[in-house]
């Protein structure tokens, strides 16, 4: 019987909040994308044999490679010619973050990669441009009409052997990490990616993707209709833009000796093999390190446990300076005297319970004129008085085939730590003994914390490992404490006056629910730069409408940020570090990035919560309004137009309030509705918990909301809670919740609680 209850609940609650929709023209009507005459390969489309097909195909076919810092190789795929003037469509990670690309013809031509025509990072698709003319183009098929078993070939560069074939048949599709995916039954190898699946008529059908862990004579491919929606709206970037994406600040960092480094999310990542002995590779601080006493410290997660990433201190800026680092499960304190093995010099290394292989571990060097010492999680592990180097810049250093991320990278007198201190660890781990086993821990438990959620979870999470049979609710505790200052501080905003509250916070709060580690600052400072960048050529006589043609043209033209278009629902369109991080995103999650830069800009546009289509409108100073669809690259929209979208997401006429401005609460609500229907559609009950109590804690009087959460808190155990929401809304009875259903439900509570 509660099941049967459950499901008719759950089925109103599905009901309940709609998510935001793309125009139903737009989404549903299916994408074609046509040649011009002379883009058409001339092939005939009859069948043909595989010689014969990779014959008139195969000049079509590119080598793609992307190159490192010093020019060398570092990676190689393929592509396929699209259009005749130099557009060539290829995996989005055949081309490498942020790195300089070029293209070599099946002749042996090769050009440099101008332009990232359009990119879409969750299909693992993108398009580039090389300057070239009258190039020989595949013609672009239908995968929707791929039938099982269909023979096809798949032309492209495997383990480096350049304009190689393969053959096999479409064996069916698969949904892969939420991808409807071609699945190929041949032969697929690294260099195959971004290649073309080609019928025997000579069509593409998809994009090779991926190849199986599992077989050698399975592969998977992108079908070609997802790459459709590119072409017709592509989100160009220059590659003088590409090339800064997620670079590291050059006016605050050096690196030295290879290896990739870059910034993403307020955190410093490096992979790859460094050109130095041993694989290393420097990542300097700007600053020069003189006075005395000083602390470096900085939080380092290795990948590979085996390899060696850390700090660096006395650094002349070429191959001298001390290090000190986790390498193979022990600490280590090296002196590096010169570029080769030889002028180099352990100075002490050991083992410390102190260092937690796998997690993020605090290392910190605290220097004084005539020694240093080094601490790992405010531990001292070493001790010296060395002196050969004394002064010089500090940063960062990776070893040998690590792949590692820094972060909180500080430099001051003094770096207070980031453990807590003993009372507050005595006074978790006796929380933590009395957790209880049959539940996730009451919000009573959550509440006598003191605001200082890194240092609980970084105790909770020893506590789990140590704890086994208690692990998976000491995370839960940990996450619930992550999210109940997350509620905090997202309610301190909303409660103040609609013009004090910060938009853009409150909204990088939202993606804060579901990533605890997310670095607000670090996404508030870029906004900032963002803004400022537009701002530069301003004057004292720039016009509004000069400013809103700078924003449109920085923000669209010179960014490519964009509509998503090939999976609209993900959820990461509606974390806004991931919008800015991926430069695309839903209609809502864009425009407001678009209005927060508006306001640093002195422009006044206001959201406008079209149903199904969210957009802004700009109400200059002087002159008419006019509103804007931002997901369609800031596209003006009249009102006639607007009547219509009305009219096909709700089946009514345009009503004055669908025009109106949205509170920064409406837009917020507006967010949590659409991350709350993800959820729902992948049964993420957690999920949808996590959002629909944050919306009742942004307005504890909504009912039905208060309802959602009963049901959903009795659906993951957590009873007490559940049976507190049934009770509120007996004796409160808001309009638009059947109190019949909550009495049931506040009786199987009550029944449960007793046989505890």
């Known amino acids: 019987m509660c099941f049967r ?3 008719s609940w759950l089925g109103t609650l599905y009901e309940a909040f709609p998510i935001c929709l793309v125009a139903a023209v737009v989404a549903l009507a299916p994408l074609g994308f046509i040649h011009s005459a002379e883009d058409v390969n001339p092939a005939d489309k009859t069948a043909k044999s595989v010689a014969d097909l990779t014959t008139a195909t195969r000049d079509s076919v590119v080598v793609i490679k992307y190159h490192g810092r010093d020019g060398q190789s570092k990676g190689v795929g393929t592509g396929f010619i699209i259009a005749s003037d130099g557009l060539i469509a290829t995996n989005y990670h055949v081309i490498g973050e942020a790195r300089p690309i070029s293209v070599t013809l099946r002749d042996g031509k090769s050009f440099d990669v101008v332009e990232i025509h359009a990119t879409e990072r969750l299909a693992d ?9 009258e190039l ?18 798949v032309l492209g560069n495997p383990l480096g052997l350049e304009h190689s074939v393969v053959s096999g048949v479409i064996s069916g599709t698969r949904d892969i990490d939420g991808l409807s995916m071609l699945q190929l039954a041949m032969p697929i190898e690294p260099g195959n990616s971004g290649g073309p699946v080609l019928n025997m008529k000579g069509e593409v059908e998809g994009i090779v993707s991926l190849k199986s862990t599992v077989t050698q004579n399975l592969g998977f491919a992108v079908p070609i209709n997802a790459l459709k929606p590119l072409l017709e709206k ?25 290896a990739t480094w870059r910034q993403r999310a307020g955190r410093i990542q490096v992979k790859g093999l460094g050109e130095g002995f041993g694989g290393r590779s420097l990542c300097l601080w700007h600053e020069l390190v003189s006075e005395f006493p000083r602390e470096i410290a900085v939080a380092v997660r290795m990948e590979q446990e085996d390899g060696a990433a850390g700090i660096v201190f006395h650094a002349d800026a070429t191959n001298k300076h001390y290090g000190f680092y986790p390498s193979s499960g022990k600490l280590r304190l090296s002196r590096f005297d010169g570029p080769d093995v030889y002028s180099w010099q352990v100075l002490e290394e050991k083992k410390s319970d102190h260092y937690k292989p796998g997690e993020w571990n605090w290392l910190k060097v605290h220097l004084d004129a005539d020694r240093f010492r080094c601490y790992v999680n405010d531990e001292i592990v070493f001790e010296s008085s060395d002196a050969v180097y004394t002064r010089g810049k500090v940063g960062l250093a990776k070893f ?114 579901d990533n605890p580690e997310l670095d607000i600052e670090a996404y508030l400072t870029q906004v900032e730069r963002m803004a400022g960048e537009i701002a530069k050529p301003f004057t004292e006589v720039t016009t509004e409408a000069e400013k809103l043609v700078a924003l449109n043209h920085y923000l669209f033209q010179q960014l490519g940020f964009h509509g998503s278009r090939t999976d609209y629902y993900n959820r990461s369109n509606s974390y806004l570090n991931e919008v800015v991080d991926d430069r695309e995103g839903l209609p809502i999650t864009l425009s407001v990035l678009y209005i927060e830069l508006a306001h640093r800009l002195d422009l006044k546009i206001v959201g406008v919560g079209l149903p199904g289509h969210f957009v802004v409108r700009y109400e200059p100073t002087e002159g008419e309004s006019q509103l804007i669809d931002v997901f369609e690259g800031g596209t003006v929209l009249t009102k006639e137009v607007a009547a219509i979208r009305v009219q096909q997401a709700t089946g009514r006429p345009i009503a004055e309030a669908d025009l109106a401005p ?48 009963a049901v959903l808190q009795f659906q993951t155990k957590r009873t007490e809670e559940a049976l507190l929401d049934t009770n509120w809304l007996l004796d409160h009875q808001p309009e638009g919740v059947n109190l019949d259903q909550v009495r049931e439900l506040q009786s199987i509570l009550e029944m449960e609680t007793r046989t505890k």
């Open 234 to 258: 592509p989100n160009p970037v220059p590659m003088s833009r590409w090339l800064t994406i997620g670079a590291l600040d050059e006016t605050q960092w050096t690196t030295l000796f290879g």
């Open 400 to 513: 040998r085939h690590t792949d590692a991320e820094f972060k909180g990278f500080r430099i001051a007198e003094e770096i207070p730590s980031l453990l807590p201190d003993e009372a507050l660890v005595a006074k978790l781990m006796e929380q933590v003994r009395v957790l209880p086993l049959n539940r996730p821990p009451p919000k009573e438990l959550v509440e006598v914390f003191p605001d200082d959620p890194l240092a609980q979870t970084l105790v909770l999470e020893q506590q789990a490992k140590e704890l086994e049979q208690r692990a998976e609710r000491v995370r839960q505790l940990a996450k619930e404490i992550q999210l109940h200052h997350t509620h905090k501080s997202l309610g301190e905003e909303m409660t103040k006056p609609d013009h004090e509250i910060d938009l853009l916070k409150a909204s990088l709060l939202l993606a804060k629910l």
């Open 136 to 153: 020989p183009v595949l013609p672009l098929g239908d995968s929707a009409a791929v039938t099982q078993g269909q023979p096809a070939i």
């Open 5 to 7: 209850i459950f499901s």
């Open 662 to 709: 949205q509170t920064k609460l409406a837009i917020i609500t507006r967010m949590l509705h659409n991350l709350f229907g993800v959820a729902r559609d992948a049964a993420d009950a957690e999920g949808m918990l996590r959002y629909v109590d944050t919306l009742v804690e942004l307005n504890p009087d909504v009912g039905q909301e208060r309802w959602f959460r």
């Open 125 to 133: 698709l993108a398009i580039i441009r090389i300057d070239a003319k």
